[in-house]
């Protein structure tokens, strides 16, 4: 399955599971979304099911180096933990 087939899925899942409102549901998009461009830009290969502690703390080091303050650090992180 594909990062653009397994975001798809979150978001209906939000939408339907979660019954989350519009904006809620982009957020959370956006925050895969970021996910997803950090493993193009390293070139993982591997689904969101193959996903490791240390590319999570890549993630993680490569959010904080963009500037990201601390909070929207803990949002992001937050939509991934219910990813």
Known sequence: MSWPSYIKGFRSYLQLERSLSG?????YEHDIEKLYQYVQHID???????ITMEV?????K???ELGMSARSQARLLSGIKSF
């Open 44 to 50: 993982f290969s591997g689904g969101p099911d193959k």
């Open 23 to 27: 904006n809620s549901v982009d957020a």
């Open 56 to 60: 999570l703390q890549g993630f993680i």
């Open 62 to 64: 490569w959010v904080n």
